[in-house]
């Protein structure tokens, strides 16, 4: 399946290595600042920052319970570059020399038992305003 490499702004289907260090080079931190290289919508590599600053590497492997954040907030622009092109060329190293750690971002998931009740008060609602204006009978 072919890489697509992504920012706020644009989509490259099937980049190369130049269009790779060229959009990460250009993020800065500001309009441009995240750059995202993936096999599918949950398998990816992400880098979020500028070269001024520093960067954190995001990872997601299949599912949000495979998802890493670089420890180190401030990579440089070579290091970032340099995974980005492992991971693109498939090599099994990309990850090495980097500290990563579990992302403790985790998505709130409503069930729809838990809300029934809101159900119930429209119900109620709506079932009162049709007997106000057409009468019980």
Same mark, same amino acid.
């Given at each position: 399946?072919?890489?697509?490499?992504?920012?706020? *702004?644009?989509?490259?289907?099937?980049? *190369?290595? *130049?269009?790779?260090?060229? $959009?990460?080079?250009? &993020? *800065?931190?500001?309009?441009?600042? #995240?750059?995202?290289?993936? !096999?599918?919508?949950?398998?990816?590599?992400?880098?979020?920052?500028?070269?001024?600053?520093?960067?954190?590497? $995001?990872? =997601? /492997?299949?599912?949000?319970?495979?998802?890493?954040?670089?420890? @180190?907030?401030?990579?440089? &622009?070579?290091? #970032?570059? =340099?995974?980005?092109?492992?991971?693109? %060329? /498939? @090599?099994? /190293?990309? %990850?090495?020399?980097?500290?990563? @750690?579990?992302? !403790?971002?985790?998505? @709130? $998931?409503?069930?729809?038992?838990?809300?029934?009740?809101?159900?119930? $008060?429209?119900?109620?609602?709506?079932?009162?305003?049709?007997? +106000?204006? !057409? /009468?019980? +009978?």
């Amino acid at each position: 399946m072919p890489f697509i490499l992504s920012t706020l *702004d644009h989509a490259y289907d099937a980049p *190369d290595g *130049d269009t790779i260090s060229k $959009v990460l080079a250009g &993020l *800065d931190g500001k309009r441009n600042l #995240v750059a995202t290289l993936a !096999r599918d919508e949950a398998m990816y590599l992400q880098a979020s920052g500028s070269a001024a600053t520093g960067f954190t590497l $995001v990872y =997601q /492997g299949g599912s949000l319970e495979h998802r890493f954040r670089s420890a @180190e907030t401030t990579l440089p &622009l070579a290091r #970032v570059t =340099q995974a980005f092109h492992q991971y693109f %060329r /498939g @090599e099994p /190293g990309w %990850r090495d020399g980097l500290r990563w @750690e579990e992302d !403790r971002e985790r998505l @709130e $998931v409503t069930t729809w038992y838990e809300s029934w009740w809101i159900y119930l $008060v429209a119900l109620l609602v709506i079932t009162g305003f049709f007997v +106000w204006w !057409r /009468g019980w +009978w």
